[in-house]
């Protein structure tokens, strides 16, 4: 608004095309750097819009960002645009290789040397398309500008569809179109995991590829992982064995904790365009079914000042502005094997993606070379294969080069910590149900479910005892949060919503016929993968003893509150 105004030197209005806005020259950098040495003026003058509705924290980011933090924004934005143009053009060169590779006058190979150039085709049709964007969407979807839509980061699918025609002589060629999709990196993790469809536009596309990134700089990471919590060692981590400072686990040091973490900004999918057709008789819908986890993590240090708790029960309140929420896509689940891998105090099963370095083509399965193929009679491109069809690796004897992931998605936001009265008995179905239980209270108390607002499970093992805390992480799904939850946090405001809690599932009427839950009270609050373990009755029990002897005293953390008697009594 600035620049349009006139209020930078030698900065104009911002330009129609996004291909000005990088370089060294470019307009996005002239505007940062103009923007930055008036950053604190500009700050102050926007902060004093809203003198009664930002507290401190809040501010303080606002100042940084203003006076250091647009920087590296721009610079993150600069490199994920040219990074995009640069893969197009190398899937060109290597579509190009491909086709020198094949025999034109083999009928298989000449086949597919037109479908790698329908594909080829596209590629250079997105690349016109990217360069021809205009620069207020391009920023938008850069994250430079707000687009209002309340998600958080994006994940892109990149479908490409092939298809066959004729001309008026009959003669066959190939077409290709490359068409792009963006969704809620939270629920893409695995809407779009490879092996998923998705369904858009009258077609449903398999999702066949992760973008790795490039071998100098590989968009993947290595995270230690503690197999008891939710502490996870991002820096340093594959020289760092250290315990863990949450913990004190000292197998967070073991080569087992140490994993390679894709968080996907981009997938890929390639489907003939006429077996992607959704079609009319039928309304069934692929679903692949993922393991996943949730990792939580609280700093001690960012804990905010006012927790609580339950003056004769083992229940307490931590409220913190900067918590840290992963979920974790650990593979295909497969029910016919039981879980014995111990991920960030969870017993799952880690079952890992397969991804070429070459191509970004992704298996589920740990790939194996197509050694029955007989080089005599075969290119290697008629077999299949989750390689691209210009993948070098296709044409291979051996399984070729792959990296195994995890996928992940990162959350920085606002959260309450509430630790349950549970310790040894029914432990899932305990926690289940008062999840259950806790949103639907916060529904009925403020008048309908607030969709930003997620709640998951966490565990600490408990040094005096032995045995684990249990926690409820109740958080924004928002990026840095909405500032909802801080009055949440307050005891007798959190009262009420137990309250309100209580009287949803005494009022069920599906007590009377003999059900453990239904969706009027506490179903519709959770995870369908956690219907079996809710029960009302459970809820209810634990909401009664919470709530008849409500008295509350203050604590520095809920680590304060020992789990002793709580093991005793249940034992």
Known sequence: ?????????????????????????????RLRDAALTQGAVIAEVFLELFPAHLDSTAAAELRDFATAGLKDKVRDAEDI??????????????????????????????????????????????????????????????????NYSLIDSSTTLEATLTWQDEDKDGKKFYLGELREYNRSARQALFELAPGNHFYIQGYHHKVTGLDLGRPSRPLWEQWRICSDCGYIREKLATSDTSPCPRCDNTQLGDASALHKVLRPVRVTAHDRRDDARISDESD??????????????????????????????????????????????????RPDLQGTDRFAGQDTRIGKFYTCVSCGGTTTDKPAGPDHADPLVSSGYSQPSHHRLWCPQRRGTGPGDHTELILAHVLHTEAIRVLLPVATALVDERVASFAAALMAGVAKA???????????????PDQDTGRNRQFLVLHDTLPGGTGYLHRLADQEELRKVLVSARDVAAGCRCADDGKR??????????????????????????????LQNWTTTSVASTGEISLAGQVESEL
């Open 446 to 460: 403020y008048g309908g479910d607030p969709d930003h607002l997620a709640v998951i499970t966490a565990t600490m």
């Open 1 to 29: 608004d600035l620049a349009a105004r006139g209020r930078f030197a030698g900065i104009l209005p911002i330009p129609r095309r996004a291909s000005v806005l990088f370089g060294e020259t470019g307009w996005l950098n």
């Open 81 to 146: 645009w040219n990074r995009r143009l640069e893969d197009l053009r190398e899937r060109i060169t290597a579509i190009d290789e491909a086709v020198a590779l094949l025999v034109p006058s083999d009928p298989v190979q000449a086949a597919q040397i037109r479908e790698v150039n329908a594909e080829r085709r596209g590629v250079q049709k997105q690349i016109g398309v990217i360069s021809r964007t205009d620069a207020h969407g391009a920023m938008t979807e850069l994250g430079l500008l707000p």
């Open 517 to 546: 839950a239904c969706h009027r009270c506490l179903l519709s609050h959770i995870d369908d993968d956690k219907w079996h373990l809710v029960s009302r009755a459970e809820a209810l029990s634990m909401l009664d003893d919470l």
């Open 284 to 333: 069934d819908r692929d679903r692949q079914y993922y393991e996943r986890a949730f990792a939580v993590d609280v700093d001690p240090e960012h804990i905010e000042p006012g927790s609580w708790r339950h003056a004769s029960r083992t229940f307490g309140v931590d409220f913190t502005r900067r918590a840290v929420v992963r979920t974790f896509n650990l593979g295909v689940r």
